[in-house]
């Protein structure tokens, strides 16, 4: 483990000294375990092991700086000392990330945490995973959502779209066609993109006097193929969560909700159909689009891993009001303002 930084960087110091923790003297076999104390403002990533009786140098162990790790979770059992008659009982325990936050990845160095009982070790101990930051490219436009110019209707055929970039470490990824080594070598980097697509679904205007009620029927639907995971809506317009758990082997999370999962749909389509109501106000023109969400991950040539997923649910629904209402609210289940309001239902 090396600082990105180099000899002046503080992400990691070394240990100020290391506390036995167990050890096992054959003739054939001398084993010691040492947990290392790190300085102040470190922490140490887990247990260290000696191929003799006395503690291990401390120039070849580094702690790392307290705001680089997260509190982590045990695992598993990985290794225990019954058989070996030695003085003192002893347990390893792997180490687990804890469940991400958005716009970051949690992952574990590989370490173990241990005890002198064959329990496992109490969640109050010391056990760090490292954090990092994922990078989001967003659009060089941040407000790129259509707005409703006149009462006429927009064009069928215009359309916006949006991208957003996260890009991903390569350990963070379990690549089907490439091994580590090749992933570091030729993929250092991953990109997880996003793609919101705007497509006009209905329009409406109110040019008399009095309040009028509209209702369209819009269907929604999901498709993916058989290499991605099912996806589902979180809440709120742009909140769309993807799982693509063949391919994530550390949690990591963006803040457009890329996490782990364990459920694998085979190659699924479904579609619903849901109502919604508009009541607009007089000399009130509306625009309703529904937003479809494609993600691709991508290596750094541009190959794409598996196959694209492409969503859209009744929650997707995106309105425009002309004159702008006060305050433009999008539709996320009941959506309104004091011009016009909206209802779906099922």
């Not at 969640?123 to 959502?145: C, F, G, K, M």
């Not at 209905?202 to 269907?219: L, V």
């Not at 769309?240 to 085979?266: G, H, M, P, R, W």
């Not at 991950?297 to 190959?303: F, H, I, K, M, T």
């Amino acid at each position: 483990m090396a600082d990105a930084q180099g000899p002046t960087g503080t992400a990691l110091k070394p240990p100020t000294d290391f506390t036995w923790v167990w050890e096992i003297q054959r003739p054939e076999l001398t084993l010691s375990i040492w947990r290392p104390q790190p300085p102040p403002g470190y922490v140490s990533m887990g247990l260290v092991c000696s191929n003799s009786p006395r503690a291990p140098d401390i120039a070849t162990v580094k702690c790392v700086r307290q705001d680089l790790v997260i509190q982590a979770q045990v695992n598993k059992e990985v290794w225990n000392d019954r058989g070996t008659h030695a003085s003192t009982n002893f347990s390893a325990w792997s180490i687990s990330p804890p469940s991400p936050l958005p716009a970051e990845v949690f992952f574990s160095t590989g370490t173990f945490i241990g005890h002198d009982q064959y329990a496992a070790p109490s969640s109050v101990n010391n056990t760090y995973a490292l954090r990092t930051h994922l990078s989001i490219q967003a659009p060089p436009e941040p407000s790129h959502a259509p707005v409703l110019q006149s009462y006429a209707q927009p064009s069928d055929h215009e359309r916006t779209t949006a991208t957003y970039t996260t890009f991903l470490p390569w350990f963070v990824i379990s690549d089907p066609t490439l091994t580590p080594d090749q992933q570091f070598i030729r993929s250092p980097q991953y990109q997880l993109q996003r793609t919101e697509d705007y497509k006009l679904v209905r329009h409406a205007y109110n040019n008399t006097g009095d309040i009028q009620r509209y209702n369209w029927t819009i269907q929604s639907s999901k498709s993916a193929s058989s290499t991605q995971t099912k996806t589902d809506t979180t809440g709120g317009e742009l909140s769309v969560e993807a799982t693509f758990a063949t391919f994530f082997k550390s949690t990591a999370k963006s803040n457009f909700s890329v996490s782990q999962s364990n459920s694998i749909t085979q190659g699924w389509t479904t579609s619903k159909t849901f109502t919604v109501w508009c009541t607009l106000g007089a000399y009130k023109a509306v625009a309703v689009y529904v937003i479809s969400y494609t993600y691709r991950l991508l290596r750094a040539n541009g190959d794409e891993v598996g196959k694209g997923l492409t969503h859209q649910s009744n929650n997707s629904l995106y309105w425009t009001q002309y004159p702008p209402a006060p305050k433009a609210v999008n539709i996320v289940e009941t959506a309104q303002s004091q011009d016009a309001a909206f209802v779906q239902h099922e």
